[in-house]
């Protein structure tokens, strides 16, 4: 549906200029208004608006087009698209999905994690200084480091590096 702005056209519920026209009906209606209205639509038949989702993915939508734009997404806001995979694998969802993904695939799930080890080792990851903070010190639970100490820890550990570094260069 095209949008238009008509800037004396004034809507009466939310002071809006901005315009769907419905060519069918011939009719202007207020873009706002039927955002809240379909936002509302949605809530209320949150199932039913779920698998009209579902169906139109596996029918319509153009799988490569749609990695590519997923592709893009990512690589404009990362910080963002990081957010959303770290809320979804906290969630339950997420965690069950995971669990039965290494029950099927138990050798790329023990490669991922050998992966993920070596880039936390090697980036000063806070994964990996929380798992050496509670392996040495008994007071310290894996989730019980604080960002204090999980700083303090990656400075020593990255001093090290440079002092082991400045050593092979001698
Ligand atoms: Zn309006």
Known sequence: MPT???PDKVCSHCGGTIWYYEEKRDVYSCKQLKREKHA????????KFREYRRNHYHTKVDKKKHYENTRKRVLLNPEREKSYRLKYSRSEKGKQKKKEYALLHPEETRLGKRKAREIAVCNLKDSYMRSLL???C???SYSDSTPELIELKRKQLSLKRQIKAHGKAN
Request: aromatic share 6%.
């Open 138 to 140: 008994e007071d310290i």
């Open 40 to 47: 509302e639509w949605r809530h209320k038949n949150i199932e």
């Open 134 to 136: 509670s392996r040495n």
């Open 4 to 6: 238009v702005d008509i």
